[in-house]
């Protein structure tokens, strides 16, 4: 069975700190990761795709993959109490198009 | 673009009831879109994958003749609850990938949060 695993925490940081969340999948074909933040009682909304080994930055994220070690991360720089949310990692699974989520991981961020 | 849009967003019901869930895309065409649900707490499970001119595929566990899907359009795809219990007052989420782009993220629906007293 495919998984997709996060650390439920919550993780809770300053404002202007930066955030780290971290995601490990087992199905070694996957191909593709997302990043989806969700705020209570709403859909998932994309923040971030990564396709390829290494960093991708867009503003204050920042997503990593390192398809060996089955690992992807999301780096929030610079936070703010908005990004208080769940942050879900997503794994498109390999053969087929349907997405594996994590469980997902709250972030809240104090000012 | 590529908007899915869903509607009711929220339902009350009375247990032993149907509810139906609409599902569209509003600028682009999906041959396929995606069922999932989400209990309090949870992580999104995916439910049913809907295909536009046959039936649905269910996942393992999920009760095809209580979760009926009918996708009749490229646009359109329903889910309706067949007799809700209030086991089944969740959260209902549907998404499609852009045509001809199946590794490209999902676009969600704002789903529909169902309960059944």
């Given amino acids: 069975q495919k998984e997709v695993e996060q650390n439920s925490g919550p993780l809770s940081v300053p404002e202007g700190a930066i955030a780290s969340l971290n995601c490990t999948y087992s199905d070694r074909g996957s191909q593709s990761f997302f990043w989806y933040r969700q705020y209570s009682g709403k859909s998932p909304e994309l923040i971030m795709s990564i396709y390829s080994n290494g960093d991708k930055e867009d503003g204050r994220f920042t997503a990593q993959l390192n398809k060996a070690s089955q690992y992807v991360s999301l780096l929030i720089r610079d936070s703010q109490p908005s990004d208080s949310a769940t942050y879900l990692c997503a794994v498109l699974n390999s053969g087929y198009s349907t997405l594996t989520f994590g469980k997902g991981t709250m972030l809240l961020v104090s000012p | ?117």
């Fill in chain 2, 1 to 117: 673009g590529a908007v899915v849009s869903q509607h009711p967003s929220w339902v009350i019901c009375k247990s032993g009831t149907s509810v139906k869930i609409e599902c569209r895309s509003l600028d682009f065409q999906a041959t396929t879109m995606f069922w999932y649900r989400q209990f309090p707490k949870q992580s999104l499970m995916l439910m049913a994958t809907s295909n536009e001119g046959s039936k649905a595929t269910y996942e393992q566990g999920v009760e095809k003749d209580k979760f009926l899907i009918n996708h009749a359009s490229l646009t359109l795809s329903t889910l309706t609850v067949t007799s809700a219990h209030p086991e089944d007052s969740s959260f209902y989420i549907c998404s499609a990938p852009p045509q001809g782009l199946p590794n490209s993220p999902l676009h969600f629906g704002n789903g529909t949060r169902l309960t059944v007293t």
